[in-house]
C-alpha cells in the first residue's frame, strides 16, 4: 500500500511522475519497445534538458510543464521490471499512481496512433503489467504509442525489432502531440488530451 494513501498534503498535487518503458542499451535505441525513452528524450529537448542522471534505477531528470514539477524516468531494469525503479520514485516524492503518467509501446494500434486513458488494463504489455503489481494499482495515466503489427509477426521478436524507416517516420511524427498531450494532463486536462489526440496520425504528418 502506498503511503500517500490517506495521507492530507498539498504537495502531490504539483509534482508528477512521467515514465517513459524501454529497454537500456544501444542495441534497443531504436526498437519498437523502445518508443517511450524516445517520446521522454523528444520532451525533455524540448524543455531544454540536455542531461539526464541515474536515479531510483532509471535515468532521471525533472523540469516545470505547466507550471507543475515533472520527474521524467527512463527505467534502466529492463521493460518487464519497469515498476520497481517507478515504485521507488514514487515513494520517495510520496506521489499516487493518479499522478504517474507511463508512455508506451502499443502493439494493438497502428503505427503513430496515440490512445490516452486514464487508467485500465495492461493490454497484455510487461512494462504496465511491473507497474500495475508494484504500485498495487491500475489507478495510473498512460499514453500508449502505436507501432503496429499488421503481420502478427512474433511478439517479442516484433517489439525487440526497429520498425521500417516509414513507420518510424510516423511515429516520431505524433511526438510533437504527446508533449502537447502531456501540457494537458499535467495541468489537469486528461479529458481534453483524449479528445485532442486520440487518433492515428493525419495524412499531413
Given at each position: 500500500m502506498f503511503?500517500?494513501?490517506?495521507?492530507k498534503s498539498?504537495?502531490?498535487?504539483d509534482?508528477?511522475i512521467i515514465?517513459?518503458?524501454?529497454?537500456?542499451?544501444?542495441?534497443y535505441?531504436?526498437?519498437?519497445?523502445?518508443?517511450g525513452f524516445?517520446a521522454?528524450?523528444?520532451?525533455c529537448?524540448?524543455l531544454g534538458?540536455?542531461?539526464m542522471?541515474?536515479?531510483f534505477?532509471?535515468m532521471?531528470s525533472?523540469?516545470?510543464l505547466?507550471?507543475?514539477?515533472?520527474?521524467?524516468l527512463?527505467?534502466?531494469?529492463?521493460m518487464?521490471?519497469?515498476?520497481?525503479?517507478?515504485r521507488?520514485?514514487?515513494d520517495?516524492?510520496?506521489i499516487?499512481?493518479?499522478r504517474?503518467?507511463?508512455?508506451?509501446?502499443?502493439v494493438?494500434?497502428?503505427?503513430?496512433?496515440?490512445?490516452i486513458?486514464e487508467?485500465?488494463?495492461s493490454g497484455?504489455h510487461?512494462?504496465?503489467?511491473?507497474i500495475?503489481e508494484?504500485?498495487?494499482?491500475?489507478?495510473?495515466?498512460?499514453?500508449?504509442?502505436?507501432v503496429g503489427?499488421?503481420?502478427n509477426?512474433d511478439?517479442a521478436?516484433?517489439?525487440l525489432?526497429?520498425?521500417?524507416?516509414k513507420?518510424?517516420?510516423?511515429?516520431?511524427?505524433?511526438?510533437e502531440?504527446v508533449?502537447?498531450?502531456l501540457k494537458?494532463?499535467?495541468a489537469?486536462?486528461?479529458?481534453l488530451?483524449?479528445s485532442?489526440y486520440?487518433?492515428?496520425?493525419?495524412q499531413?504528418?
Amino acid at each position: 500500500m502506498f503511503p500517500i494513501f490517506g495521507r492530507k498534503s498539498n504537495a502531490v498535487k504539483d509534482i508528477f511522475i512521467i515514465a517513459g518503458l524501454g529497454n537500456p542499451g544501444k542495441k534497443y535505441i531504436l526498437t519498437r519497445h523502445n518508443v517511450g525513452f524516445l517520446a521522454v528524450d523528444y520532451i525533455c529537448e524540448k524543455l531544454g534538458i540536455t542531461t539526464m542522471r541515474k536515479r531510483f534505477s532509471a535515468m532521471y531528470s525533472e523540469s516545470m510543464l505547466e507550471g507543475v514539477k515533472v520527474i521524467f524516468l527512463k527505467p534502466e531494469t529492463f521493460m518487464n521490471l519497469s515498476g520497481i525503479s517507478i515504485r521507488k520514485a514514487a515513494d520517495y516524492y510520496e506521489i499516487p499512481p493518479e499522478r504517474i503518467l507511463v508512455i508506451c509501446d502499443d502493439v494493438t494500434i497502428s503505427p503513430g496512433t496515440l490512445r490516452i486513458r486514464e487508467k485500465g488494463s495492461s493490454g497484455g504489455h510487461n512494462g504496465l503489467k511491473s507497474i500495475e503489481e508494484h504500485l498495487s494499482s491500475r489507478e495510473f495515466p498512460r499514453l500508449r504509442i502505436g507501432v503496429g503489427n499488421e503481420h502478427n509477426d512474433d511478439l517479442a521478436d516484433h517489439v525487440l525489432s526497429q520498425p521500417s524507416a516509414k513507420d518510424r517516420e510516423i511515429i516520431q511524427s505524433r511526438f510533437e502531440d504527446v508533449y502537447n498531450a502531456l501540457k494537458l494532463i499535467v495541468a489537469g486536462d486528461l479529458p481534453l488530451a483524449q479528445s485532442l489526440y486520440n487518433r492515428p496520425p493525419q495524412q499531413s504528418e
